[in-house]
């Protein structure tokens, strides 16, 4: 990869959440105590589904792959995180900063195609019941998942490229805990606008192509929904399309914040705080959000604790 006057650039200094000793220790325990109540949640998912022959449908073959999702993109910078908040010298190789950022990148927008197609499996569920087995057979859903995982390789490769080579004229210091694009690119030293139009572009594909197809999923949702007649029947619908929605606001929400706005508006060390939420917060609530209004997974719950 040709990178334009960057080789005197031979790594990048992280400034983390605090340059405080005392806060960096609390940070640490914090977010040490976040990061493993994140890896038992998902990976309590993961074993429930399975284990429990209940869980083998559709649905839950998706929730398995946003969980297992949600372990390799936290796992992807929280580790590194938390090692340099114990650590005096802060520093990242430029191949390490470029391979966190391809990473996560390919991972983040793994995740925005799979809750895409997690909401045109409740489409399929509610508004086709009779079909449901036909149209969301194991190949197709296989082949989904397949697509899913490899969604994020182009346009994660653009952007990671196009970031890297922008000129920074020997600036290393990225006010952040992770290598993100939007703090890397701050870097540059030359007339970015092009290159800013570029990646709002590549973000807008990402983001709000996946986002628009929810909301048409969810509108057709609703519409099945309000013709069914039985009340408990809707309460059911409703209950289990409201996690899915949850989960897409916050992602959505967060990502959105940091990628979708011209660098001008962006406060100092406003997206290193947006970005611990999208890292580190959500992979962890995402367990509790599906167990705690998921009847099925509550119950599949309960016989695994009976059977130990």
Not at 44 to 59: A, E, F, N, R
Request: aromatic share 12%; with cysteine.
């Amino acid at each position: 990869m040709p990178w334009k006057n960057n080789t005197v650039v031979t790594e990048f200094i992280l400034l983390g959440l605090s340059s405080e000793p005392r806060t960096q220790v609390i940070i640490f325990f914090v977010f040490l105590l976040v990061y493993i109540s994140m890896l038992i949640g998902n990976i309590s998912i993961l074993i429930l589904i399975l284990t429990d022959i209940s869980l083998h449908t559709p649905m839950y073959f998706f929730l398995f792959n946003l969980s297992f999702l949600d372990v390799c993109y936290s796992s992807s910078t929280v580790p590194r995180m938390l090692k340099d908040l114990m650590s005096v010298k802060k520093t990242i190789s430029y191949a390490e900063c470029a391979t966190q950022m391809y990473i996560s990148l390919c991972l983040a927008q793994s995740e925005c195609i799979l809750l895409s197609i997690m909401a045109y499996d409740r489409y399929v569920a509610i508004c086709y019941p009779l079909h449901y087995t036909t149209i969301m057979s194991k190949m197709v859903c296989v082949r989904l998942a397949i697509g899913t995982w490899i969604s994020g390789v182009p346009l994660s490769t653009s952007l990671v490229t196009i970031t890297l080579n922008v000129n920074r004229c020997g600036k290393n210091e990225i006010n952040n805990f992770v290598c993100e694009v939007p703090e890397v690119l701050s870097l540059g030293c030359e007339n970015i606008l092009f290159v800013e139009f570029i990646i709002f572009v590549i973000s807008v594909i990402i983001l709000m192509i996946p986002v628009t197809f929810i909301l048409i999923s969810y509108s057709q949702i609703i519409s099945c929904i309000l013709k069914i007649k039985s009340a408990a029947g809707q309460r059911k619908a409703f209950s289990t399309c409201g996690s899915h929605m949850t989960v897409v606001t916050l992602l959505y929400g967060s990502a959105m914040a940091v990628y979708m706005k011209p660098r001008s508006s962006s406060a100092a060390g406003t997206d290193k705080f947006i970005a611990i939420f999208y890292v580190v917060i959500i992979p962890m609530l995402n367990p509790l959000i599906y167990s705690l209004r998921n009847n099925d997974v509550k119950a599949a719950f309960l016989k695994f604790k009976m059977r130990l």
